[in-house]
């Protein structure tokens, strides 16, 4: 599977965790490597291996100065690209800086992030196309929180749109980025009937509820290969996603990203997006950790939970999906499962990513690279019940100008 994750541009770090030229460097986990990022004085970007090629001391207490990472303990310097500039102590020969290097992987700034490609270079495929990436910064919020599960169940709770009429309940009516919407009531039907279908990136998710009139509320979530997930949206609220990487077997970083296609997000909206509502968390200051977490138990409030302010007593969706994504352990049994009707898109999101592993060993092209299969959109809307899902499925998950519409 680490394979197949290397075949894809990941997003690795926030730009804004080095915000200036030859600000302190900061600690990334990719895939189980242990990697430095750092801006260097020309603002250019590195993503390096964090150990010193010399006698293998951390980076991180480097000095970034002067157009490179120069390690502490004996002043071995090297750029952004891995490229060894300095060996003080050897420069008489002049010959033997050019037979060290640091690892280096290549780095594109774009939408608030840094994204990264791990992979053989000459399977390096196209840069990404999401549209949250595209739209002008005001009208994108994006952050990132560490959760200590595996990725792929974190990823799960993303694809399973049951669990909202339960775990999040509380929520749908009170939340400043859900409320107030016809689709946050249609919510309540806690039985939805799931169409999943593949597309050429991933799967489409069709979630199809109890509607006024005898009609269908639809939800459409999008899974895009390896790790992206869209939120079907809310009334004319912004559009939410996530990508679900993984730091190594049994942690991830969960990064979450608003956009709202036609215009700035709202002084309010950001507001309540920084203080950890919606799909964001409260983050302890300076880190990407959350407050509440697994060593306080969340901050559970059984009164909240009895009279159903939140449904499970945690505060707060992503600390709702969080909580019980960890219960299960880093790396949940699944032999132990005991699957429904419900969880079929997680099967076939399973499958896809098992074939797709396999066809990379086979040195085939896995799904997903393709820009075209990013430029997509989650969706809500209402259908008479004769109208199967397959004859609108695609104009109502276009990217297009302007507005998106829902309900
Ligand atoms: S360990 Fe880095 S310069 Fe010696
Ligand atoms: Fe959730």
Known sequence: ??????????PAFLSEEVPTPDCPPVRVKLLSEDLLAFRDSEGRVGLVDEFCPHRRVSLWFGRNEMGGIRCAYHGWKFSASG???????????????????????????????????????????????????????????????IQESNYLQAMEGGIDSSHVSFLH????????????????????????????????????????????????????????????????????????????????????????????????????????????QGIYAELIPGTYRTVANKRNDY?????????????????????????????MGPIVDRSLERLASTDIAIVKARRRLLAAADA????????????????????????????????VVEEVTAVVEGAHTSI
């Open 169 to 276: 309940s509380g929520e749908l009516h009170t939340d400043p980025l859900h409320k107030g919407t016809q689709g946050a009531q249609y919510q309540r039907d806690a039985t939805p009937q799931f169409e999943v279908m593949e597309s050429a990136g991933g799967l489409l998710i069709g979630a199809r509820r109890r509607a006024d009139g005898g009609k269908s509320y639809w939800r459409i979530t999008q899974w895009i290969m390896p790790w992206y997930t869209m939120i079907p949206p809310y009334g004319d609220h912004a559009l939410h996603g996530h990508a679900w990487v993984p730091m190594d077997d049994e942690n991830c970083y969960v990064w979450s990203m608003t956009h709202h296609p036609s215009r700035p997000l709202s002084t309010d909206e950001r507001a309540a997006m920084e203080s950890g």
């Open 1 to 10: 599977m680490g394979n197949l994750f290397r075949r894809y541009w990941i």
């Open 83 to 145: 490229e060894c500039l300095e060996v003080p102590s050897e420069e008489a020969s002049g010959t033997f800086k050019k037979s060290v290097r640091l690892l280096s992987y290549p780095c594109i700034e774009q939408g608030g992030v840094v994204w990264t490609y791990m992979g053989p270079p000459e399977l390096k495929p196209p840069f990404p196309e999401f549209e949250w990436m595209q739209v002008p910064a005001s009208h994108r919020y994006v952050c990132k929180r």
């Open 299 to 327: 901050l559970i409030d059984r009164e909240a939970q009895k009279k159903g302010i939140y449904y499970s007593g945690v505060k707060g969706i992503a600390m709702q999906d969080a909580s019980l994504q960890e219960s």
């Open 360 to 391: 990379v060993a086979d040195g085939t092209q896995p799904p997903g690279l393709d820009p075209a299969t990013h430029r997509v959109r989650s969706a809500s809307f209402v259908l008479p019940p004769e109208v199967p899902l397959a004859d």
